[in-house]
């Protein structure tokens, strides 16, 4: 399993971005999952981090939460309203793991109410997703000259291909 804290050691370029965009578009980004047919789902989603993980909660029962208990497989792509990605881009690719344990709930709950100011104190989640990240990508503009794409795969450092544009 690769947590979010094993992913920055090993995909720093990548964890960077995808860091930064994250900030920028206030935790926002795009999940994709698969419908019970088959066909691409695409979500809002707030992804949030906490303690090693990327943490996906949200309201229970919505349609994205039955997704990922069909069929774990998802990607996480950094909102972007910028097309020329001059502050970059990332996509993560990861398996969603439903944590159940009753102490880190309470913790991410304390946490949460200390930034957010949103109570679930002493409430059970429904579904307390972990990302397990099992592949990611970035995309950049360097110098205005050149288009970096970075891909990273589990066990192995990150590959650079630059494109000339």
């Not at 960077?16 to 979500?43: E, Q, Y």
């Not at 429904?126 to 970035?138: E, L, N, P, R």
Request: with cysteine.
């Amino acid at each position: 399993m690769t947590y979010w804290t094993e992913f920055e050691k090993a995909a720093p370029r990548i964890s960077t971005i995808f860091t930064r965009r994250h900030a920028a578009a206030k935790n926002l980004c795009m999940l994709a999952t698969l419908r019970a047919d088959g066909s691409p789902r695409i979500s809002p989603m707030e992804p949030l981090f906490f303690e090693e993980n990327l943490v996906l909660i949200g309201m229970p029962g919505t349609t994205k939460f039955k997704d990922l208990d069909r069929d774990a497989r998802f990607c996480l792509h950094t909102a972007t309203m910028d097309t020329m990605v001059g502050d970059g881009d990332a996509k993560l690719f990861a398996v969603a793991r439903d944590l159940r344990d009753p102490a880190l709930h309470q913790r991410f709950a304390e946490d949460f109410f200390e930034k957010s100011g949103m109570d679930f104190r002493g409430k059970e989640f429904d579904h307390f997703f972990v990302a397990d990240i099992t592949g990611a990508s970035s995309v950049g503009v360097i110098d205005g000259k050149y288009l970096e794409v970075t891909i990273w795969k589990p066990g192995k450092p990150e590959r650079v291909v630059r494109k000339e544009e």
